[in-house]
């Protein structure tokens, strides 16, 4: 398999979930849905395919699936392409493919760990939700928060330019709302069931330390981007990272511009959707460099 110098995949996050979902790729991969199907305890197909309780929605069920459909696009791009990316990059939950097609873990230890965290973050994650600012930086964002005192609330998600998410408790996040109304502000309420990516899910992190612990962790063979730092994992830092990423912010506009910087990139989303795909067209836009759009799986 030859190395793309330039070639990026990159993996959504929640709420890139959707019923049928992985439709092409589980009769791929029978033994890798199986020791799915046997480490989660229900069929992961049906979960997908049909979602008869709507089980996608929540966080307990979605992140596992996502994992899984993403980990076999993997497996199926190597097969239909014989290619290798230089970088990969996963938008929150979607970086644990990522890590997966650096070598980082295994399928089974991946899943493993995504169980744990999607148990932790809708067990002890506290209560509130999200809401995205339009047209604003986080620096601006930052500024409004401090001059009105609403210091409960955390810059959780900067996707692309204008574009950020806070996260915090629920009436804190509608005085937001409020404020954002008399500012002119565009403010956008998020269907999360939780404030991830704050201070808020320190709890769900303690817990989860525990899991990243019980899993042997691997240098990635592949550069990948960490959400936390816009910057390639460090190979000694892989299990604080992993942690810390579920309560810092999600730098997705800063990891794409970093990899701008080394000149022109050829991007595949794998997995559900064409979100990440949109929100680099908006970075392109903004860095004004050339990229390429590949296809998504």
């Given at each position: 398999?030859?190395?793309?110098?330039?070639?990026?995949?990159?993996?959504?996050?929640q709420?890139a979930?959707?019923?049928?979902?992985g439709?092409k790729?589980f009769?791929?991969?029978?033994?890798?849905?199986?020791?799915?199907?046997?480490?989660?305890?229900?069929?992961?197909?049906?979960?997908?395919?049909?979602?008869?309780?709507?089980?996608?929605?929540?966080?307990?069920?979605?992140?596992?699936?996502?994992?899984?459909?993403?980990?076999?696009?993997?497996?199926?791009?190597?097969?239909?392409?014989?290619?290798?990316p230089?970088?990969?990059?996963?938008?929150?939950v979607?970086?644990?493919?990522?890590?997966?097609?650096?070598?980082?873990?295994?399928?089974?230890?991946?899943?493993?760990?995504?169980?744990?965290?999607?148990?932790?973050?809708?067990?002890?994650?506290?209560?509130?939700?999200m809401?995205?600012?339009?047209?604003?930086?986080?620096?601006?964002?930052?500024?409004?928060?401090?001059?009105?005192?609403?210091?409960?609330?955390?810059?959780?998600?900067?996707?692309?330019?204008?574009?950020?998410?806070?996260?915090?408790?629920?009436?804190?996040?509608?005085?937001?709302?409020?404020?954002?109304?008399?500012?002119?502000?565009?403010?956008?309420?998020?269907?999360?069931?939780?404030?991830?990516?704050?201070?808020?899910?320190?709890?769900?992190?303690?817990?989860?330390?525990?899991?990243?612990?019980?899993?042997?962790?691997?240098?990635?063979?592949?550069?990948?981007?960490?959400?936390?730092?816009?910057?390639?994992?460090?190979?000694?830092?892989?299990?604080?990272?992993l942690?810390?990423?579920?309560t810092h912010?999600?730098l997705?506009?800063?990891?794409?511009?970093?990899?701008?910087?080394?000149?022109?990139?050829?991007?595949?989303?794998?997995?559900?959707?064409?979100?990440?795909?949109?929100?680099?067209?908006?970075?392109?836009?903004?860095?004004?460099?050339?990229?390429?759009l590949?296809?998504?799986?």
């Open positions: 398999m030859n190395a793309g110098p330039n070639r990026a995949w990159m993996f959504p996050g709420g979930q959707a019923k049928g979902m439709a790729l009769d791929r991969f029978p033994a890798l849905v199986a020791e799915a199907d046997e480490l989660l305890g229900y069929s992961i197909v049906e979960k997908c395919l049909a979602d008869p309780r709507t089980d996608l929605r929540s966080t307990r069920h979605a992140q596992p699936a996502l994992y899984v459909v993403e980990a076999l696009a993997v497996l199926a791009e190597r097969e239909d392409t014989g290619t290798e230089a970088f990969l990059l996963g938008h929150s979607g970086e644990y493919a990522a890590l997966f097609a650096a070598g980082v873990f295994d399928f089974s230890s991946g899943l493993r760990l995504i169980r744990a965290r999607a148990e932790a973050m809708a067990e002890l994650g506290a209560e509130g939700t809401v995205a600012l339009l047209g604003v930086d986080p620096s601006d964002v930052t500024a409004l928060l401090d001059r009105h005192g609403l210091t409960g609330l955390d810059v959780a998600l900067h996707n692309a330019p204008g574009q950020v998410a806070v996260a915090g408790p629920l009436q804190t996040t509608g005085c937001l709302l409020e404020l954002a109304v008399d500012a002119g502000l565009k403010a956008v309420p998020l269907n999360v069931s939780g404030p991830f990516h704050s201070r808020y899910m320190q709890d769900a992190a303690d817990r989860f330390a525990g899991a990243v612990a019980e899993v042997t962790l691997h240098p990635p063979r592949v550069p990948v981007l960490a959400n936390v730092t816009a910057r390639p994992y460090e190979d000694h830092a892989i299990a604080e990272t942690i810390r990423q579920l912010p999600v997705w506009c800063e990891s794409v511009v970093w990899l701008l910087d080394r000149g022109p990139v050829e991007f595949t989303e794998l997995g559900p959707g064409t979100t990440l795909t949109g929100m680099v067209r908006r970075i392109r836009a903004y860095a004004q460099q050339p990229v390429n590949g296809r998504n799986q």
